[in-house]
């Protein structure tokens, strides 16, 4: 099951800047637009949290 398209559209970076988020179905991953940290979808459902959150690269 993936991620209804109407939470992707409300979800955001959970650190200070709330920058949206690009998923990526097949990692089953979320990255932030801004910061690039990655966050993992388990289960369907979105782990945003920062201390659980992978570096991504940087731009």
């Known amino acids: 099951m993936a991620l209804d398209p109407q939470l992707l559209e409300i979800l955001a970076c959970p ?5 949206p988020l690009d998923y990526d179905p097949q990692a ?3 990255t932030c637009t801004e910061c690039h940290r990655i966050f993992e979808v388990r289960d369907d459902v ?9 570096p991504g690269r940087q731009s």
């Open 15 to 19: 650190d200070t800047h709330h920058a």
């Open 46 to 54: 979105p782990v945003l949290l920062l201390d659980e959150a992978r």
């Open 28 to 30: 089953q991953t979320l």
